[in-house]
């Protein structure tokens, strides 16, 4: 769920952003664009989530030792 979160909002960002100048197309997203800075704020936030997530997984796996499991 959260990773179709960051593709939809990744998604409404790169509308408005532009690559020739970068610090500007963020400063116009965050006080132009309207809601963008819900918008940028959610992304950003998703992303940090995201990344928690795999982190836990990640540690499920270490924690049960599930990743002996797997016979090659």
């Known amino acids: 769920m959260v990773l179709v979160w ?16 970068p610090f500007e197309r963020v400063q116009y997203i965050m006080y132009e664009v309207r809601f963008g800075w819900a918008v940028r704020i959610f992304h950003f936030n998703g992303a940090r989530l995201f990344l928690f997530l795999v982190y836990l997984h990640i540690l499920k796996a270490l924690i049960y030792t599930s990743y002996k499991l797997v016979k090659v």
């Open 6 to 21: 960051q593709i939809v909002t990744g998604t409404i960002l790169v509308f408005y952003y532009r690559t020739e100048t």
